[in-house]
């Protein structure tokens, strides 16, 4: 098996820039938080972590790519959604999506939180728009999960408004 140097697509730097941007905002040591992913069942060294968090800048130096199951591990640890390390902290401007380029901000989160498709604000027919999110809907919420019973998490949602 040969090794290279790993390339993260946008995705990667912005979970990166948002494991490290969460982690100092709790005042957590790359050791203190490994500590707790090993306590939670998903050990990452603090090696690995710092591997991770490197993947937010240009620098050739090492870096690590964050598995779906590490991601919601660190999802946990850091008490956030996993949207929080998915997309950008700031909503205000463009953000790179990988596979969709160069996206609103504000978009970005509202397709994360399953709310409108990507790229739903450029289409124009009226009709082409409510088949887009309806099919959007029905694609992106689990069984068991009503429009009403969403309508009420959304409401009672404390978080940030994207707005």
Same mark, same amino acid.
């Given at each position: ?6 390339? !993260? ?19 957590? +040591? !790359? ?62 401007? *463009? +953000?790179?999506? +990988? ?8 978009? *970005?989160? +509202? ?43 959304? *409401? ?8």
């Amino acid at each position: 098996m040969t090794t290279g140097r790993i390339e !993260l697509g946008p995705t990667g730097r912005t979970v990166a820039a948002n494991v490290k941007r969460l982690r100092e905002s709790r005042g957590l +040591t !790359l050791r203190a938080l490994s500590a707790e992913l090993k306590e939670r069942g998903r050990p990452l060294s603090a090696d690995a972590l710092n591997k991770i968090e490197n993947g937010d800048g240009n620098e050739a130096r090492g870096i690590r790519r964050v598995d779906v199951d590490d991601l919601m591990a660190l999802a946990v640890v850091l008490d956030v959604s996993p949207l929080a390390l998915l997309l950008p902290h700031d909503a205000r401007g *463009a +953000t790179d999506i +990988t596979a969709a380029g160069q996206v609103d901000g504000r978009e *970005a989160w +509202t397709w994360g939180r399953s709310m409108n498709p990507l790229g739903y604000s450029r289409i124009e027919d009226e009709d082409e728009r409510a088949r887009a999110q309806m099919a959007f809907h029905l694609s992106s919420s689990p069984v068991g999960l009503t429009a009403k019973s969403r309508q009420r998490l959304e *409401a009672a949602d404390d978080g940030p408004s994207v707005d």
